[in-house]
């Protein structure tokens, strides 16, 4: 995820690395190459320009406390910012009612079907009874895989295969919804492959007949400023409540994140990142930030950890994480657990220092395989403790583990890196940045 906008800020923010202060000619080339970074992510050019206006002139109204490197409090002011790009706050999704409606709206394709079928997932686990009403008219297919993914999940899906009237068809889902107990209903309109007149009246003959508590616009986060034009056009029509970003789990390179907040002021809320029913996340802007600047985000990756495994052990590991604890043992049983988790490049991603790490790697399984030979070679003091390990320690880690000296290098290296981003982070807490982190 923002692969590419990770690495050109981190470049951008390398060419004030050894400077000892903050001054008009090195704000200046770092500004310049942090809104080319913008840029090239696809963020739209006048958002692009002010942010990187305002961040030079925050950065050169601050006084640089000793403690605090040039570099530093750039990542500082840039985070802030990215943080109040995406929203700033975290925006609930809280719909009310008996029952509760919730439409769906978005271009075929953008993924509107599988976010419902997800939606509904994370609800039921919630314990709410929900059902999901298929309003597509025009595609029996929509209405099929709907209808699929209902069973794959256990909800009910309601649907009249017959009936050309998506008004009707909704209304009936409600009734039906009500009838049975289901305490939120979650519509699935008809998309079209571009923004057309017809589509736009019938949803929003469909959102006035049944005044959805929340209507959310889901969209593909892979087509960039289009995704950003589309959501301006939806909103004048729709007026939605807010935003779901799909498909962040591809190549994508950030500019609908970055921009869709200040286009149609409408928090994101939602961000899917596959295609199974539980890639689904709420979106925290601070979350966000932090995993573009590469500084992972502990935070998703423990929620994470508490989803697949008991929390006793996300807690330990959360602690770790802060005290800058974390050892060889820990990121064994991290990434043995990782394995079982998903997306593995984007997961890693959330540890800090990792997103660096991985981002020409393809990541698999397989990827694992050596880094966990290596560490199960080590004793436990090594694990705990990998200063100790010297040139003959690495031969017979190396041996034992089947792989090379420079393997194991690499991995010591890695893990070295690891700990001083971690270590970054922790410092600039100190300073009362970055909030939210670790708590
Ligand atoms: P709809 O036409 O808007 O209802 O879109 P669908 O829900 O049918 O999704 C279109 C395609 O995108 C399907 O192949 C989905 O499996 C896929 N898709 C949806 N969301 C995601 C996502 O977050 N990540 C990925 N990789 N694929 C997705």
Not at 31 to 45: Q, T
Not at 50 to 65: F, H, M, P, Q, Y
Not at 282 to 296: E, N, T
């Amino acid at each position: 995820m923002f692969d590419n906008l990770s690495t050109k800020l981190d470049q951008a923010f390398k060419t004030l690395k050894g400077q000892g202060r903050i001054t008009e000619i090195n704000v200046a080339n770092t500004v310049k190459e942090i809104r080319k970074a913008l840029l090239d992510a696809d963020v739209n050019y006048n958002i692009a320009k002010s942010i990187t206006n305002e961040i030079k002139d925050e950065a050169l109204g601050k006084d640089v406390l000793i403690a605090v490197k040039p570099g530093e409090l750039f990542i500082k002011i840039v985070y802030d910012k990215l943080v109040s790009l995406m929203g700033g706050e975290l925006a609930e999704f809280t719909p009310t009612g008996s029952p509760a409606v919730v439409l769906i709206s978005g271009l075929q394709g953008s993924g509107k079907t599988t976010f419902s079928a997800k939606l509904a997932n994370r609800l039921k686990a919630q314990g709410k009874q929900a059902l999901l009403v298929a309003c597509d008219i025009y595609r029996p297919a929509a209405i099929d895989q709907l209808h699929t993914l209902g069973e794959q999940i256990g909800v009910d899906v309601f649907s009249e295969r017959e009936n050309k009237d998506a008004i009707s068809i909704a209304q009936k889902g409600i009734q039906y919804a009500k009838a049975n107990g289901k305490s939120i209903v979650i519509i699935d309109t008809a998309g079209r492959l571009a923004v057309d007149e017809q589509m736009m009246q019938e949803i929003s003959a469909v959102k006035q007949a049944v005044q959805p508590s929340e209507t959310l616009f889901v969209v593909d986060s892979m087509t960039g400023q289009d995704a950003v034009n589309t959501a301006k056009t939806f909103n004048e029509r729709l007026d939605f409540d807010g935003v779901v970003l799909t498909k962040l789990d591809g190549d994508t390179r950030g500019g609908a994140a970055l921009s869709i907040k200040t286009v149609v002021n409408k928090p994101i809320k939602f961000i899917s990142t596959g295609e199974k029913p539980d890639t689904l996340d709420v979106f925290h802007p601070d979350r966000m930030a932090k995993r573009i600047l590469g500084m992972g985000d502990v935070v998703s990756l423990v929620e994470k950890a508490q989803q697949a495994f008991d929390e006793e052990e996300a807690k330990r590991l959360n602690k770790k994480l802060r005290k800058n604890q974390f050892d060889l043992n820990d990121l064994l049983s991290q990434i043995q657990h990782i394995k079982k988790m998903g997306n593995l490049k984007d997961l890693m991603g959330m540890i800090p220092g990792m997103g660096k790490m991985l981002k020409n790697v393809d990541v698999d399984d397989d990827a694992f395989k050596p880094v966990e030979a290596i560490i199960s070679s080590m004793t436990p003091t090594e694990r705990e403790n990998p200063d100790i390990i010297n040139n003959s320690r690495k031969r017979r880690i190396a041996t034992g583990s089947g792989t090379s000296v420079q393997q194991v290098n690499n991995l010591l290296k890695q893990f070295q890196e690891m700990k001083r981003t971690m270590k970054k982070i922790n410092t600039m807490q100190g300073m009362g940045g970055l909030p939210g982190f670790g708590k």
